[in-house]
DNA sequence: ATGGTTGAAGATCAA
């Protein structure tokens, strides 16, 4: 099973890319962030003419996630219970006997500010959520964009990047915590490029100098991190004309 | 030189 995360930055305007992608990548489940539009506007006719089953989670301009699976989706859930939130940034299914959960993490905006307080609190709740669902799905993906670069080899300068928001110590920490609960960083697992990232900004020419971070992750409970083969960044649909500014990742599993 | 780009909304905000 082939299980993949993308930032699209706009579902109506990036959906030929996707369309593209999917033929050319095949995954199995693919957790989408940042679709930008409503239930109403989400594209489930062409999804589904390309041989995948949706669920979306839909907000009006900003955020809203969803899940697209070559298999049927159950259990779809779109809430974390123990975190209430007007915000749409999370949405949970079950396929092919596998959980996966798929989060837009807060931005942050800038340390300090009370969209970084927002983020710590959000990123708690996540934490809460997350051990819940281990104890119901053993075997538990969490694809999304979290909106956090690890460690200091996740940056392309981290002189630039260290401290500020996506790289402070606070939100690392909280990143850590997720993994605590028996979560492993997918991408961690095999050895990897250096300079390996999933985000490039628009601007300064970013991508073309890899000037980018790695801040999109799967992670895997143990019980199906054992069952991981292989993580790759597809920098492909990154290269296109007016593309999203993430690059997605795909993780495959022997499951 | 406190810059630059994109998307959605709507004449600004979020990323």
Redesign the pocket.
């Known amino acids: 099973m082939k299980i993949a995360s993308w ?1 699209v ?6 959906l030929p890319h996707l369309l593209d992608w999917l033929k050319a990548a095949e995954p199995d489940v693919v957790g989408i962030q ?1 679709t ?3 239930d109403e506007q989400f594209p489930f006719a062409e999804l589904e003419a390309a041989g995948y089953f949706a669920a979306h989670n839909g907000q ?4 809203g996630v969803a899940l697209l699976a070559r298999q049927p989706l159950t259990e779809v859930c779109r809430d974390m219970e123990c975190f209430a939130d007007e ?1 749409r940034r999370v949405i949970a299914a079950t396929v092919g006997g596998v959980r996966v959960v798929n989060v837009y993490v ?4 800038a340390v300090g500010s009370e ?1 970084y307080d927002y983020k710590l609190r959000w990123l708690a709740g996540l934490r809460q959520y997350l051990g819940e669902e281990l104890q119901k799905y053993p075997k538990l993906a969490v694809t999304g ?1 979290y ?1 956090i670069a690890p460690a200091p080899e996740d940056t392309h300068d981290p002189a630039v990047w260290e401290g500020g928001i996506l790289c402070s110590e606070p939100e690392r920490a909280a990143f850590r915590a997720l993994l605590d609960l028996g979560l492993k960083d997918s991408f961690r697992l095999f050895e990897q490029p250096a300079a390996s990232f999933t985000w490039w ?4 020419a970013a991508f073309r100098r890899n000037m980018g971070l790695r801040i999109d992750h799967i992670l895997a409970s143990d019980a199906l991190a054992a069952a991981c083969t292989g993580v790759r960044v597809h920098l492909e649909p990154r290269r296109l004309e ?4 993430h690059a997605p990742v795909v993780s495959e599993f022997t499951v």
């Open positions: 930032n930055n706009s579902l109506r305007v990036r940042e930008k539009c409503v009006k301009t900003y955020n915000q807060v931005n942050g905006q969209k964009d909106n900004d628009y601007r300064q007016r593309p999203s500014d």
